[in-house]
């Protein structure tokens, strides 16, 4: 009996997964990422624009949490500096522990969690490219906002350009604000702590990690709220479109190969069956001229075989049977009435 899945139940990888392929598939994702925020820096007038419209739509919705969380920060190095670490280093440690951890331990799931952030990053690019957005931290200083990146820089590896290590501030992107996939990518590891961590230290985890990064990126001036609600929304439409994805993907999977077997592998199946369909058909006229068998209508019997309810031979060798004989019993069919 063929066995059917419900829907919706998730079954293994039909390929099993490599760490060699994943890891460069990874950094090849991470890659284009790094250099679609390098080379997709937009008009700075374009992207100070969009801030302050982003900020006047928050104070229009009273939704303006970012001051009172940038003065917090900017007053308590107690906090502003544990954010700052906070947003320079943990979306590099922990989304990559995750994968490794669905990859060890999950691997019926890994490829689908895989593809889901990869999916969602690439959206996050298209962002950066169509809306450059100015971050709180590079607006003018009338707007009230401390770049406490920079305020701390003496405690931390980064100068005064955002995350980037000192020196390295030109080789960065500042005005990819919108939409902020350190909240994106925060709250896929959410997602994927609370479905499979299993303890009640995953799930409360995976509550206070988007969380917690959703209140640093705000306070330390680097994102507006609406950038978090983007990057938010950003994941849930690479979720929607992860299934897709994952079809396409394994319809060029299943292409490949075809398209890269030699010439004579596929077609030389038919002259195979062909050979060997022809020895078949001789032994059988072979068989039927020596009598060691009995072919009617296309349908072969071996020797001795009958048919149910087949009356016995009672020929000798060469003897024919009566056309017509007389002697029909019970297996002659009844005269129709």
């Not at 982003?54 to 009273?62: G, H, S």
């Not at 917090?72 to 544990?82: A, C, N």
């Not at 590079?138 to 000192?166: C, E, I, K, N």
Request: charged share 15%.
């Amino acid at each position: 009996m063929r066995h059917t899945e419900k829907p919706g139940t998730e079954t293994a990888p039909k390929t099993r997964l490599r760490w060699w392929t994943e890891l460069p598939l990874i950094v090849l994702v991470y890659a284009c990422y790094s250099a679609g925020r390098l080379l997709v820096r937009g008009d700075v007038a374009d992207a100070v624009d969009h801030g302050l419209a982003i900020l006047d739509i928050e104070k229009a919705l009273f939704l303006n949490a970012e001051h009172p969380l940038n003065r917090l920060f900017t007053r308590e190095p107690w906090i502003g500096v544990p954010a700052d670490f906070w947003y320079a280093s943990l979306h590099y440690l922990v989304t990559p522990a995750i994968l490794v951890w669905l990859f060890r331990s999950r691997a019926v799931r890994y490829r689908a969690a895989r593809t889901w952030l990869m999916t969602s990053t690439f959206i996050g690019l298209i962002g950066f490219t169509l809306l450059p957005t100015c971050p709180p931290r590079l607006l003018d200083a009338s707007h009230g906002f401390v770049d406490t990146m920079a305020q701390y820089s003496s405690y931390g590896w980064w100068g005064g350009a955002a995350s980037a290590p000192r020196g390295m501030g030109g080789m960065t992107n500042q005005y990819a604000a919108m939409p902020s996939l350190h909240v994106g990518w925060a709250l896929w590891c959410g997602v994927m702590l609370w479905r499979y961590g299993g303890t009640r230290a995953a799930k409360v985890a995976a509550v206070v990690y988007p969380l917690g990064t959703t209140i640093v990126v705000m306070g330390t001036a680097n994102h507006y709220f609406l950038d978090a609600v983007a990057g938010a929304a950003v994941m849930g439409v690479g979720l929607l479109l992860t299934p897709f994805v994952l079809r396409t993907a394994q319809r060029l999977r299943s292409r490949l190969p075809a398209r890269l077997a030699p010439a004579g592998t596929a077609s030389g199946n038919a002259p195979a069956a062909a050979a060997g369909s022809a020895p078949a058909t001789a032994s059988a006229t072979a068989a039927d001229g020596a009598g060691s068998a009995n072919v009617s209508g296309g349908c072969q019997t071996s020797a001795g075989e009958r048919f149910p309810r087949q009356r016995e031979q009672r020929f000798g060798a060469g003897a024919e049977p009566d056309p017509a004989p007389s002697d029909a019993g019970d297996e002659t069919p009844a005269p129709a009435r």
